[in-house]
């Protein structure tokens, strides 16, 4: 019999939200345990710090450019490669409950799959999809016609009107602000607990795997919407933490005038974002200026992040003890990780966009062995990527890695393998404005060039020093001690990149 697979994903997720990574705000028991009994990996980087390319990376084992989903808003194609398939074609029954995000949400005439799914007959469920022979979606709230907001619709169209609208009238994101001090994409739910499209993930997965027999090999994806904006957890869970003493993150920087300095050694779009001037990705709030973010605003939103933090912790636990009770646990490997980060307060900022710091690309990651492995625990420090992942499930379940597949199976202790550079991506083309970044993470070393855009002309870039400037503060891109070593990392970095992959559909929807 081969081992099952437990994949956890969150939305949006920055590093230092667990407890076992340092966590100040959010206690995650559950979490940590995996983390104790297994593998901590200190520097996972996202190959896309946006959703859709990030999680078809995930899925496919691919670079953004090789499997072409390179922002938000390009469908993956139906038959892209899939790491689901490949588990399938081998025996294992396979299932996605949650966020997939492979296709646009904003698709009124449900031209995808994903959001048309809930409305198609029972029998189209058992249909293969991506290798998946089991889908049940949901997203932030009741939007769209995924399941999750037909199952509110159908059981509690009272909770409906609690979440936080994300998006306004013109399909905008939406910058309304509320809470207690009006931060932007906050709001105060009502929403019963067990309703909670959090508990209905977990609530989901049980079920399904309340179906397969004790000697069946599994993998199931369980993908939680949150931490990701809108900031709306449960009215009922939200005294978890107090907001008055809730610790400023490291990376906000206090004096504005400081800020602004630092900010003005970046590249121009990070301080024309900060003062309103131009908004480079469709998930910031177009009308909300991060300048105007207060310390109030910022400690309630960490405070809401962290509650919807630790009622995923909540979740998994659920899971994690009915699989427990039947017995086959010690047969389970779990991983557990997140698509992107968050800028969550860093240099003033909230949300993502094409910042390649590490608030948006240093990620939580555990794999926690099956107990029947006898792993010994560890912890890694050398840099591991996303597309990572899926050559590790194929390692789990005894399978060769297909050759499309360009990741390599995680290590399980320091001398497992050679640490390689990380490659991340951002290309995008919104409001007329087009950014193209390409990082490269080696070592301590985090280097990032700009390719020619509307705002970039090539030669601007980020060279940043992690063992000595972890806050990555100190732009060393034009410093001349560092030239050798930027030149360095820059040839590494077009020896690493993959040749482009021409989108095969057209841009169809923003997100």
Not at 358 to 370: N, Y
Request: hydrophobic share 35%.
């Amino acid at each position: 019999m081969k081992r099952k697979i437990l994949f956890i994903t969150t939305d949006q997720q920055r590093y230092d939200t667990l407890s076992c990574n340092g966590s100040q705000v959010s206690m995650t028991p559950t979490l940590d345990s995996f983390a104790k009994e297994g593998i901590r990996y200190e520097r996972a980087i996202p190959q896309s710090v946006v959703c859709m390319p990030s999680r078809s990376t995930i899925l496919t084992g691919q670079h953004p450019s090789t499997h072409g989903v390179w922002m938000n808003g390009v469908p993956l194609p139906t038959d892209a490669p899939s790491v689901a398939e490949v588990l399938h074609q081998n025996g294992y029954r396979t299932a996605l409950i949650g966020k997939a995000h492979f296709e646009p949400y904003i698709d009124p005439f449900n031209r995808f799959y994903e959001n048309a799914l809930s409305q198609l007959p029972e029998d189209s469920h058992r249909q293969l999809h991506r290798g998946f022979e089991h889908l049940e979606f949901a997203t932030h709230g009741a939007m769209g016609n995924l399941h999750y907001a037909k199952w509110l619709k159908e059981n509690h169209p009272e909770a409906i009107g609690g979440f936080y609208n994300t998006l306004n009238m013109s399909l905008e994101v939406n910058s309304e602000g509320g809470g207690n001090f009006g931060g932007p994409q906050v709001k105060i739910n009502p929403i019963d607990k067990e309703w909670y499209h959090t508990y209905w993930v977990a609530d989901r997965t049980v079920e399904w795997l309340k179906t397969l027999k004790d000697d069946e090999n599994w993998f199931c994806w369980m993908s939680f919407p949150d931490p990701h904006h809108p900031w709306d957890p449960p009215q009922s869970e939200i005294d978890r933490i107090d907001i008055k003493n809730v610790p400023l993150p490291a990376g906000y920087i206090g004096n504005a005038t400081e800020r602004e300095r630092v900010l003005d050694s970046k590249p121009r779009h990070w301080s024309y974002w900060y003062t309103g001037k131009l908004v480079t990705n469709y998930e910031a709030p177009p009308h909300w200026i991060p300048s105007s973010l207060t310390t109030d605003q910022l400690k309630e939103i960490t405070a809401l992040n962290a509650v919807e933090v630790e009622l995923i912790d909540d979740a998994v636990k659920k899971v994690w003890k009915y699989l427990e009770q039947r017995g086959i646990s010690d047969d389970i490997d779990v991983i557990f990780t997140t698509d992107h980060g968050e800028l969550g307060g860093d240099f003033g900022l909230l949300f993502k966009g094409p910042y390649h710091v590490d608030s948006l690309m240093r990620l939580p990651l555990i794999w926690k062995p099956a107990k029947s492995m006898n792993i010994t625990p560890a912890v890694i420090r050398q840099p591991v990527g996303l597309i990572d992942l899926a050559p590790t499930f194929c390692s789990i379940a005894n399978i060769e890695s297909p050759n499309w597949m360009q990741g390599q199976k995680l290590p399980i202790n320091e001398s497992d393998r050679l640490a390689g550079p990380q490659l991340t991506q951002w290309d995008s083309e919104l409001f007329g404005v087009a950014v193209h970044l390409r990082t490269i993470t080696k070592n301590n070393m985090v280097l990032t060039i700009y390719l020619p855009g509307t705002l970039h002309d090539g030669t601007e870039g980020e060279l940043y020093d992690l063992s000595s400037d972890p806050l990555q503060h100190v732009n060393l891109f034009d410093d001349p001690g560092y030239l050798s070593v930027k030149n360095e990392l820059i040839d590494e970095l077009v020896k690493i990149s993959p040749p482009v992959k021409t989108p095969r559909l057209e841009l169809e929807a923003p997100v």
